[in-house]
Structure formats: structure tokens, C-alpha cells
């Protein structure tokens, strides 16, 4: 259970009865969710659990049927997604959002144009734009890729444009981390590099993942939320989360699920 000490002021990130239906389905339904400030935090659930669609509320790419989102103690619930990622609560997708003929540096740096209220400015000096490759450069550098500056996004490998992408999500400076499957589709050789990495961005933020592979969400996460058919289902550590026998069950029908 959470710790019982805690205070609304301990929580980054929290949803109160949130639900959302398309007619009479519910694809989120009542769910209470608390994230802690300056943790990791895990979203997780089988396939059509909700997951993806709670991520949607929380940003506010989806209006909520009901209930409240609560950012830094205040209610963003009525607030649009560009109003949000100013606030710093930014999220990034299951499938790859960089543009794909546009280098490493010139992905960040169009972040980096959004985050310095430089977008849609095309008839500034590109010296202007220029200004803001240093920090570009930084990024890239802390993301593992400073040697592939120069290089399109469509030239990476599979892990590399992940931490292409973790690097836009940076540049927007957030505060709250939204990171929605970063792992999926990686071979072997890329878990342990995007595992780290997240790991190291998360000094100093909050971050709430969605993620199905286990062995990333046991290395990661403090505290895992589990949800199924939209509903929550239970909380808690990894531990407890994986010897729960209604976890086991909704993932796999069986005690050797997890």
C-alpha cells in the first residue's frame, strides 16, 4: 500500500475518478492514480486494458466523460494538450513521433523552437534558429547521440531514434514524463541502453511509463499501477503487484504469469 504518510503536496500527478466512454464502453472507468514526485512510476495492464487511453486523459488528447486530473496541485481538467506540455507535463508515443529526413540536431531543435515560443516563425534569420543548437548539441549528448548529430533520423537504429525521441520530449523541459511503451519492438541489444537512459533523465523529474516488458518495469519502477478492462485492479510494488493472484490471472489465467 502507498505510504499513508503521504500528502496531496508529495504528488506530481494524480487522477480522481477518472473515466472515459464511447457510448455506453468505458475505456477508463473510476481510476484513482497517484504519482509521487521524483519517482517512476508504472503504468501497466494486458492488451485493451486502458492504458494507452488514460495517458490520452492525463495529457488531455482525450476529455474525460468524468473525474479530474490534478498537476502539481492544480486541476488541469478543462486545460488543452499545448497548455499542459507548457506546464511541463509532456508525453511521448508508442510509435516513433521524429521526422524521419530531418537530422538528429534539427529534430531537437524544432522541440527546442516550440519550447522558446520560436515555432511557425519562418521568416526569421536562421541565425536565430542557430541559437539554439548548443543546447540542441547538450541533449543529444545526454541521450547517447552527440555522434550522430548530423545524421536523419531515419539513418538510426530502432533504440537510437527511441532516444532521439526522449531527446524532443527533453527539450520541451519537462517536469512530469509521460513514456508510452519506450521499449516496444526493441531487440535485446537495445533494452539495457533505453532502460538506463530513462533511468538517468528521471534525476530530478517524475516519470509515469507504460511499458509490457516486466524485466524493464522490476529495474524502473517504485510503484506500479495495474489496470484491466479500464478499471483499476491494484497497486503497490513490483513484488506485491507480481504475486498478486488477480494480476497472474488477468494476464496470463495462470500462478506462473509474472
Not at 496541485?73 to 499542459?84: E, F, K, M, P
Not at 513514456?179 to 530513462?198: F, V, Y
Request: a negative charge; glycine letters at 8%.
Amino acid at each position: 500500500m502507498e505510504n499513508s504518510t503521504a500528502t496531496a503536496g508529495d504528488y506530481a500527478l494524480e487522477a480522481r475518478g477518472l473515466s472515459k466512454s464511447f457510448g455506453s464502453f468505458y475505456a477508463v472507468k473510476d481510476v484513482d492514480l497517484k504519482v509521487r514526485r521524483g519517482t517512476i512510476h508504472a503504468l501497466i495492464g494486458p492488451n485493451g486494458a486502458g492504458k494507452t487511453t488514460c495517458f490520452n486523459l492525463l495529457t488531455k488528447t482525450l476529455t474525460p466523460t468524468a473525474g479530474q486530473v490534478i498537476y502539481e496541485g492544480r486541476d488541469i481538467t478543462g486545460l488543452r494538450t499545448a497548455q499542459v506540455a507548457k506546464l511541463g507535463l509532456v508525453r511521448s508515443f508508442q510509435i516513433s513521433a521524429t521526422f524521419p529526413h530531418l537530422t538528429c540536431l534539427e529534430n531537437v531543435r524544432v522541440a527546442l523552437q516550440s519550447n522558446h515560443g520560436k515555432s511557425f516563425r519562418f521568416w526569421s534569420p536562421l541565425s536565430a534558429i542557430r541559437s539554439l543548437d548548443p543546447r540542441a548539441v547538450e541533449l543529444l549528448e545526454q541521450v547517447g547521440l552527440a555522434d550522430a548529430a548530423h545524421l536523419q533520423a531515419t539513418e538510426l537504429s530502432y533504440g537510437k531514434k527511441r532516444a532521439l525521441e526522449i531527446a524532443t520530449t527533453l527539450a520541451l523541459d519537462p517536469k512530469v514524463m509521460l513514456l508510452d511503451e519506450p521499449t516496444a519492438g526493441m531487440g535485446h541489444e537495445d533494452l539495457e541502453p533505453i532502460t538506463e537512459l530513462i533511468r538517468q533523465v528521471s534525476a530530478g523529474r517524475t516519470i509515469l511509463i507504460v511499458e509490457h516488458n516486466l524485466s524493464v518495469v522490476s529495474s524502473l519502477c517504485e510503484r506500479i499501477t495495474v489496470l484491466q478492462h479500464g478499471e483499476l485492479l491494484t497497486e503497490g510494488t513490483y513484488d506485491e503487484v507480481s504475486n498478486n493472484e488477480d494480476v497472474i490471472t488477468a494476464y496470463m489465467g495462470g500462478v506462473d504469469a509474472l
